[in-house]
């Protein structure tokens, strides 16, 4: 069994940074062979993606609203993903969930995901 345990989230104020992290275990789940993503929810919306890291940490994809102040990133060493989120806005609370996906593109699409965390909550006070 897959399990995808995200951490690091909290209440912070506008302009701070946090670093989110995205723990994978389970005996046959091979981290590095995995894509791992991002996503995030607001109260009363959809899911949206947030950002994706390939399997080595080579290649990385984020949505267009989160480029320049959010960075993907892994350890497969760890079998960790993080997403550290600087200047952060109002606009940016949501629950934030980790995915796993044996896709061999990157995608922002949720469907394309095999695995999911059961999320951390980040709050932003302006």
């Known amino acids: 069994q897959v399990q995808l345990v995200e951490s690091g989230g909290g209440l912070v104020q506008a302009g701070d940074s946090l670093r989110l992290s995205c723990a994978a275990s389970?005996?046959?789940?091979?981290?590095?062979?995995?894509?791992m993503a991002w996503f995030r929810q607001a109260p009363g919306k959809e899911r949206e993606f947030v950002a994706a890291v390939n399997w080595n940490g080579g290649r990385t994809y984020y949505a267009d609203s989160m480029k320049g102040r959010f960075t993907i990133s892994r350890d497969n060493a760890k079998k960790t993903s993080y997403l550290q989120m600087n200047s952060l806005k109002p606009d940016d609370t949501a629950a934030y969930f980790c995915?796993?996906?044996?896709?061999?593109?990157?995608?922002?699409?949720?469907?394309?995901?095999?695995?999911w965390g059961q999320g951390t909550q980040v709050t932003v006070s302006s």
């Open positions: 389970g005996r046959t789940f091979t981290f590095s062979g995995y894509i």
């Open positions: 995915a796993a996906s044996a896709a061999l593109v990157l995608s922002g699409d949720s469907s394309r995901y095999d695995f």
